[in-house]
């Protein structure tokens, strides 16, 4: 990975659980945002350190500007919610998703400069849920974390 941004990510996660550091703030980006100010997050493939990064900090500041905003979530980011997945469970996951919430979830697929999925810095896969009609995105963030 040569983005400087997701580098400094990775080592700045890295470096606060290594060193049990509390960060005074973190700030980070979102795909989407809707009038609720509920995020979809995650579409970069850097889900887990950014939690780590958030979870660290004493207050967590997204900026996004007006290309992300919409009434409801999908609107302008049409990928689905990316979730980081272990590789040994990713179907697992992914039905038990499809089966719980409706939907559909994919496998993201590396570009066509590599074969197979996109793996993660922790060397997990994202699948990305395409979803319909959700109202409670609360219920749905305990569904996924379960």
Same mark, same amino acid.
């Given at each position: ?18 060193? *049990?550091?509390? $960060?005074? @703030? &973190?700030? /980070?980006?979102?795909?989407? !945002?809707? *009038?609720?100010? &509920? ?6 493939? #850097? $889900?887990?350190? +950014?939690?780590?990064?958030? !979870? #660290?900090? +004493?207050?967590?500041?997204? %900026?996004?500007d007006y290309r992300k905003a919409s009434t409801h979530l999908g609107e302008q980011w049409s990928k689905g919610i990316p979730i980081e997945v272990? =590789? ?16 559909? !979830?994919? $496998? ?8 197979? =999925? @996109?793996? &993660?810095?922790?060397?997990?896969? %994202?699948? /990305?849920?395409?979803? +319909? ?5 609360? +219920?749905?963030?305990? &569904?996924?974390?379960?």
């Amino acid at each position: 990975m040569n983005d400087p941004v997701e580098n400094a990510k990775r080592l700045a996660a890295f470096k606060a659980v290594d060193n *049990h550091v509390v $960060l005074k @703030v &973190t700030i /980070d980006g979102a795909d989407e !945002s809707d *009038h609720m100010l &509920t995020l979809i997050k995650g579409g970069g493939g #850097c $889900l887990t350190q +950014e939690k780590i990064l958030a !979870s #660290c900090a +004493e207050e967590f500041v997204v %900026i996004a500007d007006y290309r992300k905003a919409s009434t409801h979530l999908g609107e302008q980011w049409s990928k689905g919610i990316p979730i980081e997945v272990i =590789p040994s469970a990713y179907r697992v996951v992914y039905q038990k998703i499809e089966k719980m919430l409706g939907g559909k !979830s994919d $496998l993201r697929m590396s570009g066509s400069s590599k074969a197979g =999925p @996109v793996v &993660t810095d922790n060397g997990n896969f %994202i699948l /990305d849920w395409n979803f +319909e009609g959700v109202k409670d995105w609360k +219920e749905v963030e305990i &569904t996924l974390n379960m």
